[in-house]
Antibody
Framework: QVQLQESGPGLVKPSGTLSLTCAVSGGSISSGNYWSWVRQPPGKGLEWIGEINHRGSTNYNPSLKSRVTISIDNSKNQFSLNLNSVTAADTAVYYC????????????????WGQGSLVTVSS | QSALTQPASVSGSPGQSITLSCSGTSGDVGMYHYVSWYQHHPGKAPKLIIFDVSNRPSGVSDRFSGAKSGYTASLTISGLQADDEADYYCCSYTSSSAHWLFGGGTKLTVL
């Protein structure tokens, strides 16, 4: 069973950089899947941030593209999110999630998720 | 890009059937057969329950079914159970810069 677990600081100062890591267990991060970050601000819905594949190819939400970097470490079986120049509007629960590979069933859906990591932007 | 539109809350009694809606546009729900639904119990990982409009992943109860008409997708839960009480989110692939849109979520209360 694939499991994803987010980790990182729970508090980030305004104008700083939010950094989170998602550790993948129960499967290889190099298996051809796509690895995403999704967030949920308090009281609001989900927002897709971006994704990366095992080759390091990325795709970002246009609304966040200028501030986001997603990277992957195949040797550690994990991928990471960096979001810079954060404001209070970036306070949210951040989830990592997996999409199946291109030739897999459910390619356009997210079949495994982490439990989420709350990040608060405050001084 | 605006989020997909879902009603904020829906309620039903055990054993009843309820339908949740998810409205989009010609660039997302209306264009693609790539609508998925997620069940989210607060504090837990979201769970995929429907993909590609009407397909259930292995292990998901057949009480959950999905459909789409025009720009609106729907999730029907039959034989409501107490454990169905959760937040439900729809998601669609969008042609706008090739990414994913989620809805604001519907809180289902089982009375």
């Amino acid at each position: 069973q694939v499991q994803l677990q987010e980790s990182g600081p729970g508090l980030v100062k305004p104008s700083g950089t939010l950094s989170l890591t998602c550790a993948v267990s129960g499967g290889s991060i190099s298996s051809g899947n796509y690895w995403s970050w999704v967030r949920q601000p308090p009281g609001k819905g989900l927002e897709w941030i971006g994704e990366i594949n095992h080759r390091g190819s990325t795709n970002y939400n246009p609304s966040l593209k200028s501030r986001v970097t997603i990277s992957i470490d195949n040797s550690k079986n994990q991928f990471s999110l960096n979001l810079n120049s954060v404001t209070a509007a970036d306070t949210a629960v951040y989830y990592c999630a997996r999409r199946p590979p291109y030739d897999g069933v459910g390619y356009y859906s997210f079949d495994y998720w982490g439990q989420g990591s709350l990040v608060t932007v405050s001084s | 890009q605006s989020a997909l539109t879902q009603p904020a809350s829906v309620s039903g009694s055990p054993g009843q059937s309820i339908t949740l809606s998810c409205s989009g546009t010609s660039g997302d729900v209306g264009m693609y057969h790539y609508v998925s639904w997620y069940q989210h119990h607060p504090g837990k990982a979201p769970k995929l329950i429907i993909f590609d409009v009407s397909n259930r992943p292995s292990g998901v109860s057949d009480r959950f079914s999905g459909a789409k008409s025009g720009y609106t997708a729907s999730l029907t839960i039959s034989g409501l159970q107490a454990d169905d009480e959760a937040d439900y989110y729809c998601c669609s692939y969008t042609s706008s810069s090739a990414h994913w849109l989620f809805g604001g979520g519907t809180k289902l209360t089982v009375l």
